[in-house]
């Protein structure tokens, strides 16, 4: 007999709720959303009837946030996505980005590169839903119920051969959609990367969607990665490669503002910006400043991880 033994990070299923109530909730989010952009104005009435969505408990369950989670309307209007813009509002333009038909490159140091199309990928990856609090660098937060699968499913399928230490992704780049291209400041393609026992930590998921639908095109459509221990910039959007790779890759944020964070961009409260403090985090939608946590929360998984290195600023920044 098998027994399934709940690990600490998911919620057990009596804390899952009926479709209706999440019907009930975008109903309420519809009425406030426009009052609560950006600046996590929210009736708590609205808040109280935030609730866990329906979906698939038989994957690797659902983590419990603490928070509840944050409308859908603030996620899907409060974006950064520098490709359409510099500001937040970018919503409706990225409207414009073509999700279909959608190829993935796999390559570097893998058994065979491939290209695959991202609806053949779906059909070989295990999807199910994984709550996550997300930390922007910019001090703000959100709680996501992000539909996806877990990347070492796709470090799996890629089959990479020992040389490969990190995975460097690429965002599309599309000038003719994308008026971000044309700042010249930046190095585009957005690129980022993690270390290879970073990206098969069970916490590191790739996003197909959120609230239990495809994903919105200014979250990231149709496929992104998603790492909650680290600042938000490390979870690249609408991803058009995954290499395999011997040396630390450089990110688009380190060759853009070293002062600021590098590569490892843990998640610290102790180290702030050149700029502005990381101790606090406006948790949008909810109307209330909290306290940072190291690694937002997600040490119990992730601390170990870098347990041999030695820990000063260069892993957090
Ligand atoms: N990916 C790309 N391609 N371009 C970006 O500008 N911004 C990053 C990250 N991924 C960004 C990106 C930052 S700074 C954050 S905080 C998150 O996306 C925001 O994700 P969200 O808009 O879905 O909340």
Redesign the pocket.
């Known amino acids: 007999m098998t027994v399934h033994r709940r690990r600490e990070w998911e919620l057990p299923e009596k804390a899952v709720t009926s479709c209706h109530l999440l019907v009930h909730r975008r109903k309420a989010m519809t009425v406030f959303g426009a009052s609560m952009l950006g600046f996590g104005v929210i009736n708590e009435a609205v808040a109280d009837k935030v609730t866990y969505p329906p979906g698939d408990l038989s994957g690797t369950g659902r983590f419990d946030p603490g928070r509840p989670i944050t409308p859908e309307q603030i996620?899907t209007t409060?974006?950064?996505?520098?490709?359409f813009g510099l500001h937040k509002n970018i919503w409706r333009r990225a409207q414009k980005l073509p999700t279909e038909p959608w190829t993935i490159r796999i390559e570097g140091e893998v058994e065979r590169p491939i290209t695959i199309s991202f609806d053949d990928l779906m059909k070989k990856m295990p999807v199910q839903t994984r709550i996550y609090r997300?930390r922007?660098?910019?001090a703000w937060s959100?709680v996501?119920p992000w539909r996806g699968f877990p990347m070492r499913d796709l470090v799996k399928f890629a089959r990479p051969l020992s040389a490969a230490k990190y995975i460097r992704v690429t965002?599309?780049s599309d000038p003719k959609v994308m008026p971000?291209l044309s700042i010249p400041y930046f190095p585009w393609?957005?690129r980022?990367g993690l270390w290879m026992p970073e990206a098969v930590n069970e916490l590191a998921f790739i996003g197909t969607g959120m609230y239990d639908e495809a994903m919105p095109k200014?979250?990231?459509a149709p496929i992104?990665i998603v790492i909650p221990w680290k600042?938000?910039?490390?979870?690249?959007?609408?991803l058009v490669k995954f290499e395999f790779i011997r040396h630390q890759p450089e990110t688009?944020?380190e060759q853009t503002s070293p002062n600021f964070y590098g590569f490892w961009a843990n998640v610290n409260p102790k180290y702030p910006t050149p700029r502005w403090s990381q101790a606090y985090e406006r948790a949008l939608g909810e109307g209330r400043v909290i306290p940072t946590q190291i690694w937002n929360g997600y040490g119990r998984w992730v601390a170990s991880l870098y347990s041999g290195m030695k820990h000063d600023r260069h892993l957090f920044m």
């Open positions: 996620v409060y974006n950064n996505f520098y490709e997300h922007c660098v910019e959100i996501v965002s599309m971000g393609p957005y980022e200014q979250d990231g992104r600042y938000g910039f490390k979870s690249a959007k609408s688009f944020w």
